[in-house]
């Protein structure tokens, strides 16, 4: 079996792995990035709304938001330096019911505990910029935007390899065991790699890879995977902003986004809890179609009859079924100095990226 010694190994080459290693080689580190499949970002990564988040829906003391609201400041930055395709469109939360006002209006008690700003609108006001909604009150967050994800991911390959690191693709990390000598052995079938830090950012895969590291100590959390399906809008959107109507319990409700082309997609909705990464099914059954038309015209009653296709779908890693905060464990949680493992980087993890790779290399300095 062939061996390579290694400084940081970082499993996994989705757009957290990404940034991770990106920012760990322009501090200096000798990075290897592993990815299991045939090409970087093609998972979790690949199927998502594409939204630059505010940081307005979680408590302002969690992970979430603090990563939210740094690393949306700093992406914005990183995409215009690098010309990554980006637009700050906006953002339309609405209330279409009475009874959903006071939750609008604690909405914009927790965006202000957040530090984040929205401005209310009446009604009126929510359907002249967006003409043809229902809406008694809305919230317009103007910090909201949209990104191309593959520019982004492909700007942190090339920052990350630009500083050194070196992508190894079909590199599965199957297992491996902490080291008497505080390096970790980890097993890529044909090929061992020694390495001195380890970051497991497996995403769907991070618990199962922890779980497997022989000298881990303490319990990986649960992983609860959850699909959600979207809808594509056939012709060109007649909206230039998101739209979100006021979120249920588990979810953001079905809303509107739009690509940097001007095509929308609805959704993400809340599909089944799964609970093996391995077997999900990516196909988005037709048969759907009604239930997303009727949430759709709750807030967009001019729908048009059979303007909705099937799309795509992506698998959230959450920790629960309701989902929980970020988890970014290292030693104090399993006691090897040097492994750190995130666990339920769900959105906004894309927002956040480039906020938890400083978090991330600043755990392992310490």
Same mark, same amino acid.
């Given at each position: 079996?062939e061996?390579?010694?290694?400084?940081?190994?970082?499993?996994g080459?989705?757009?957290?792995?990404?940034?991770?290693?990106?920012?760990?080689?322009?501090r200096?580190?000798?990075?290897?990035?592993?990815?299991?499949?045939?090409?970087?970002g093609?998972?979790?990564?690949?199927?998502?709304?594409?939204?630059?988040?505010?940081g307005?829906?979680?408590?302002?003391?969690?992970?979430?938001?603090?990563?939210?609201?740094?690393?949306?400041?700093?992406?914005?930055?990183?995409?215009?330096?690098?010309?990554?395709?980006h637009?700050?469109?906006?953002?339309?939360? +609405?209330? /279409? $019911?009475? =009874?959903?006002?006071? *939750?609008l209006? &604690? %909405?914009?008690?927790? #965006?202000?505990?957040n530090?984040?700003?929205?401005?209310?609108?009446?009604g009126?006001?929510?359907?002249?910029?967006?003409?043809?909604?229902?809406?008694?009150?809305?919230?317009?967050?103007?910090e909201?935007?949209?990104?191309?994800?593959?520019?982004?991911?492909?700007s +942190?390959? /090339? $920052?990350? =390899?630009?500083?050194g *690191?070196?992508? &190894? %693709?079909?590199?599965e #990390?199957?297992?491996?065991?902490?080291?008497?000598?505080?390096?970790?052995?980890?097993?890529l079938g044909?090929?061992?790699?020694?390495?001195?830090?380890?970051?497991?950012?497996a995403?769907?895969?991070?618990?199962?890879?922890?779980?497997?590291?022989?000298?881990r100590?303490?319990? /990986?959390?649960p992983?609860v995977?959850?699909?959600?399906?979207?809808?594509?809008?056939?012709?060109?959107?007649?909206?230039?902003?998101?739209?979100?109507?006021?979120?249920?319990?588990?979810g953001?409700?079905?809303?509107?986004?739009?690509?940097?082309?001007?095509?929308?997609?609805?959704?993400?909705?809340?599909?089944?809890?799964?609970?093996d990464?391995?077997?999900?099914?990516?196909?988005?059954?037709?048969?759907?179609?009604p239930?997303f038309?009727?949430?759709?015209?709750?807030?967009?009653?001019?729908?048009?009859?059979?303007?909705?296709?099937?799309?795509?779908?992506?698998?959230?890693?959450?920790?629960?079924?309701?989902?929980?905060d970020?988890?970014?464990?290292?030693?104090?949680?399993?006691?090897?100095?040097g492994?750190?493992?995130?666990?339920?980087?769900?959105?906004?993890g894309l927002?956040?990226?480039?906020?938890?790779?400083?978090?991330?290399?600043?755990?392992?300095?310490?």
């Amino acid at each position: 079996m062939e061996s390579y010694e290694v400084g940081t190994a970082v499993i996994g080459a989705g757009v957290v792995g990404l940034a991770v290693a990106a920012e760990l080689a322009r501090r200096g580190r000798e990075v290897w990035i592993l990815e299991r499949g045939a090409r970087w970002g093609a998972e979790t990564s690949s199927r998502n709304s594409e939204v630059i988040h505010a940081g307005i829906y979680n408590p302002p003391e969690s992970l979430k938001t603090r990563l939210c609201v740094e690393g949306r400041r700093r992406l914005y930055a990183w995409a215009e330096a690098r010309g990554v395709g980006h637009r700050k469109c906006g953002k339309l939360i +609405l209330a /279409a $019911e009475p =009874e959903e006002e006071p *939750a609008l209006a &604690a %909405l914009a008690e927790r #965006a202000a505990a957040n530090g984040v700003a929205l401005e209310p609108l009446t009604g009126t006001q929510a359907q002249a910029l967006a003409p043809g909604l229902r809406a008694r009150a809305a919230l317009f967050s103007p910090e909201t935007g949209i990104l191309d994800s593959h520019g982004f991911m492909e700007s +942190l390959l /090339a $920052e990350a =390899e630009a500083h050194g *690191a070196i992508l &190894a %693709l079909r590199s599965e #990390a199957r297992g491996g065991a902490a080291r008497a000598d505080g390096r970790f052995d980890l097993d890529l079938g044909e090929t061992r790699l020694v390495a001195r830090e380890v970051v497991n950012a497996a995403g769907l895969g991070a618990q199962a890879l922890a779980r497997r590291i022989e000298g881990r100590g303490g319990e /990986a959390p649960p992983l609860v995977v959850r699909m959600g399906r979207y809808f594509a809008l056939a012709g060109r959107s007649p909206f230039s902003r998101l739209i979100y109507p006021v979120p249920p319990v588990g979810g953001l409700g079905v809303h509107l986004t739009l690509d940097l082309g001007g095509r929308a997609k609805f959704g993400p909705d809340v599909g089944p809890a799964l609970q093996d990464p391995e077997a999900l099914d990516y196909r988005v059954d037709p048969a759907l179609g009604p239930v997303f038309e009727a949430a759709v015209r709750r807030w967009w009653p001019g729908l048009p009859e059979g303007a909705l296709q099937p799309d795509s779908s992506g698998a959230r890693p959450k920790l629960s079924a309701k989902g929980e905060d970020f988890r970014i464990e290292g030693a104090e949680t399993h006691g090897l100095p040097g492994w750190i493992d995130l666990f339920g980087i769900e959105s906004p993890g894309l927002t956040s990226a480039l906020a938890l790779a400083e978090l991330v290399a600043e755990k392992l300095e310490a």
